[in-house]
């Protein structure tokens, strides 16, 4: 049972324009959520993360958005840039433990 | 300077052998992590320790132990290894005793049983 799910695996997006990954999520028992970067052959790096209390949290080209009733949450990237080609995992905790569940990953590949 | 370090970067090896995994991470982190990527990019938690202390153990196979000797290190070691441990194992470490923290990981480790 995947408890936090990427519907698209890969993602396509001009230079300069904006993208958006998505992320859902079953348990209502997450309050942190987080999203990640990855390229090839390195570890994920951590980009921004959101708390539950929160609808929006923003740093600088990066803003995550929390829709806690649709238990939907959304990265977006603007403007966009060919560095930022990467695979992008969000992840869930509940806080109290230390379970973070990780998405399947969708892979953004800015076309310059 | 590396924060979180994993060593070897890749292992290959025969089915029914024992391997380690070491890792080490220089942040002075209290809390250290094992996740296991597979072929379908799912990227599981295995274990968690806290100050040396095992905090999550999940439903992975007995073969698998980890050993932390001090805060600062959480090996894996893997007794007879089965074809399907092929992966990549990441080593993650997080600040403090919370929840809300981002992880620090390695590079990753991969694993490619024959």
Known sequence: ?112 | DTAVSQTPKYLVTQMGNDKSIKCEQNLGHDTMYWYKQDSKKFLKIMFSYNNKELIINETVPNRFSPKSPDKAHLNLHINSLELGDSAVYFCASSPRSSSYNEQFFGPGTRLTVL
Request: hydrophobic content about 35%; glycine content about 6%.
């Open chain 1, 1 to 112: 049972d995947q408890q936090v799910k990427q519907n698209s695996p890969s993602l396509s997006v001009q230079e300069g324009r904006i993208s958006i990954l998505n992320c859902d999520y079953t348990n209502s028992m997450f309050d942190y959520f987080l999203w990640y970067k990855k390229y090839p052959a390195e570890g994920p790096t951590f980009l921004i993360s959101i708390s539950s209390i929160k609808d929006k949290n923003e740093d600088g080209r990066f803003t995550v958005f929390l829709n806690k009733s649709a238990k939907h949450l959304s990265l977006h990237i603007v403007p966009s840039q060919p560095g930022d080609s990467a695979v992008y995992f969000c992840a869930a905790v509940n806080s109290g433990t230390y379970k973070y569940i990780f998405g399947t990953g969708t892979r953004l590949k800015v076309l310059a």
